[in-house]
């Protein structure tokens, strides 16, 4: 009987043994090694456009960092109270596009390169890819005028949409939206001009963020060529369009929550400073020289 029950033990074993080593084996075709490429997706509209236009959109809202303030003439600049800094730029506008004579626009156009040159690198090329894109198209959009004898319509329109952008640029992004909006308040702006402006602004950062977010999530999502990228893109936008409908109505609730009646109420600023004499002289010397050279 001993022997019996061990033979039984022996056999079972076996079986146990070759059924483990069978199972352990792989069948040939599941060995074999499967390499995959995903092929070349051409993804240039969404990821260099829309992303370029998501990453300029939520930059808007982030002007005054101390980065951005760090060089002599935006540490003096942030001296003078907002309301100035945007008579200034106004009248700087309105003396560039006005005048004939083109001596004053080299003028002005020097003043800026200079002013440009001492700034930090992230400003200098914000102000640069923005003055130079929008300067280039208004030269390409003047360029029919050479047709009537016009030859020198591009190269003005060119000097004078990169002052105008450049100024606009460089006063966005070395003051912040809160301190801009109370600008605006203190050139005794109407509230409805001041609150379009204000949520403008926000929206703006906010939209922007939720654009790259959703470009990532689409990035992340899509492997390989994709021939519905514009179909994509479009729905980006239409979910980018119901983001802001519906956050819109969300802000004016919390608002009005909060006791929002329509009007701002801003912190008086002393108005005869140094500072702002000094600008005050400045703009004065501008415009005196724009009447001066016609």
Not at 102 to 108: E, P, V
Not at 152 to 161: G, H, M, Y
Request: glycine fraction near 8%.
């Amino acid at each position: 009987m001993a022997s019996t029950s061990s033979t039984t033990t022996t056999m079972t074993a076996a079986v146990a043994s070759g059924s483990a080593s069978a199972g352990s084996a792989l069948p040939d075709w599941l060995a074999e090694s499967e390499p995959y490429e995903p092929l070349d997706d051409r993804s240039t509209f969404i990821e260099k456009n829309l992303g370029t236009i998501g990453a300029a959109l939520a930059e808007v809202a982030d002007g005054g960092q101390p980065e951005l303030v760090s060089s002599p003439v935006d540490r003096l600049l942030c001296r003078v109270s907002p309301a100035m800094r945007l008579l200034g730029l106004i009248s700087a506008i309105i003396c560039v596009n006005a005048t004939r004579n083109m001596t004053f626009g080299y003028i002005m156009l020097a003043v800026v390169l200079v002013a440009l040159a001492i700034r930090p690198a992230r400003l200098m090329k914000t102000v640069l890819f923005g003055g130079l894109g929008i300067a280039g198209l208004s030269a390409v959009i003047a360029l029919p005028s050479i047709l009537i004898g016009q030859y020198e319509a591009p190269a003005r329109l060119f000097i004078r949409a990169f002052i105008t952008v450049s100024l606009t640029i460089g006063l966005a992004r070395t003051v912040p939206w809160n301190r801009l909006i109370a600008g605006l308040r203190g050139l005794h702006v109407p509230n409805a001009v001041v609150y379009v402006c204000d949520v403008t602004i926000q929206f703006i950062d906010i939209l922007g963020r939720s654009m790259l977010l959703l470009l990532d999530a689409l990035r992340l999502r899509s492997v390989g060529r994709d021939s519905r990228k514009l179909t994509s893109a479009g729905h980006i936008i239409g979910t980018v369009f119901l983001l802001a409908n519906r956050r819109a109505k969300e802000m004016g609730e919390a608002m009005l929550c909060r006791g929002f009646e329509g009007e701002y109420r801003i912190a008086k600023e002393r108005m005869l400073t140094a500072a702002n004499a000094v600008y005050t002289c400045v703009i004065a010397l501008m415009i005196a020289a724009a009447v001066y050279f016609g």
